[in-house]
């Protein structure tokens, strides 16, 4: 009985990482400075070189001259200050105003 215990959470401890490491995040970005088609093509080409990022999609924000970027990654613990480095130097053409992770 004993063995068959320590089995079973020997098999716990083994799947666990693999069962947290498909949990995803998405995190909204609220960006202005993407003009046209070829502008949001750079942030979402920027923004999939993120660790573990998996999905960006760009929509119309709230306020004019805004947009709205959804960025879905395995990583709990992006910032915006990885966004900005990710962009290089377009960092200073496309603003990052805001990033938080969505609940």
Known sequence: ????????????????????????????????????????????????KLDGVSNVAIVAGDKPGTQKVTVTSSSPTLTKEQAVAALGASASTYIVHAWKKSE
């Open 1 to 48: 009985m004993t063995r068959s215990i320590f089995l079973c959470a020997l098999i716990s401890l083994i799947t666990l990482p693999v069962l947290a490491a498909d949990q995803t995040v998405n995190y909204i970005a609220e960006m202005s400075g993407m003009v046209c088609a070829g502008c949001k093509d750079h942030v979402t080409a920027s923004f999939t």
